[in-house]
């Protein structure tokens, strides 16, 4: 069975989430309170949210193209990384951290 772009989106940005709880467990092993981040899903945008906190990250649902929070309800205008390319994808999660500074342009 062929998995479709949308899997493999959703996938990755499980990735993501999963090396941005271990950015922060890594950064700060002694804190008693973890930082969990949840997926929704909406009509275009597949957002990360950190749990009791804000919106982290938006992901295109048919591109894996990945998105600056401008708000609660939408991202910001430029593409920070595009998942389908690898390069650009294992960059993003070796540089990912909690915080969202690696969303920032440079």
């Known amino acids: 069975m062929e998995t479709t772009i949308q899997d493999r989106v959703m996938g990755w940005t499980k990735d993501l989430v ?11 092993p002694e804190s008693p309170n973890d930082i969990t981040f949840s997926i929704t899903t909406g009509k275009k945008y ?14 295109n649902k048919n591109t894996g193209e990945v998105y ?17 390319i690898i390069n650009q994808r294992e960059r993003m999660l070796a540089m990912c951290d909690w915080a969202g500074g690696y969303l920032y342009m440079r």
């Open 18 to 28: 999963s090396a941005l709880e271990k950015n922060y467990t890594d950064r700060y």
């Open 46 to 59: 597949i957002k990360v949210v950190q749990d009791n906190g804000g919106v982290h990250a938006f992901v």
């Open 68 to 84: 600056k929070p401008a708000g609660w309800k939408a991202p910001a205008k430029h593409v920070r990384y595009d998942m389908r």
